[in-house]
């Protein structure tokens, strides 16, 4: 949490933005997000997901959260590794809809 609110003072950003922490796969934990954050813009989440045992629990909880404030967005990026399902496997399972924006990071 210290280094996210670090790097959002260091880009000097015209808009509020606030930071906090979520434990991925708990309810009670989705409710005090929202308690202190009732109505995000925008959820981001830059390449968390190293493992796939991270995936259910990480898309159950952004599916609670979505579902909860159907006006926010969620801005993903992943880097699949290994053989791992693709994450789009447990967006389906979550009920989740997704656009990929870069498939090939050569095309960036």
């Not at 991270?54 to 909880?61: G, R, W």
């Not at 006006?71 to 990929?100: G, M, Q």
Request: aromatic letters at 10%.
């Amino acid at each position: 949490e210290a280094i996210c609110k670090r790097n959002v003072a260091a880009s000097n950003m015209s808009c509020t933005v606030e930071v906090g922490p979520l434990a991925w796969g708990c309810s009670a934990a989705v409710e005090h997000v929202l308690a202190t954050f009732p109505d995000p813009d925008i959820i981001l989440a830059s390449d968390c997901l190293f493992e796939e045992s991270l995936f259910d629990p990480f898309c159950f909880t952004l599916s609670l959260l979505l579902r909860t404030t159907p006006a926010t967005h969620a801005v993903i990026t992943y880097h699949r590794r290994n053989n791992t399902h693709p994450l789009d496997y447990f967006f389906e399972k979550w009920s989740l809809a997704c656009t990929t924006l870069h498939n090939d990071p050569c095309s960036l």
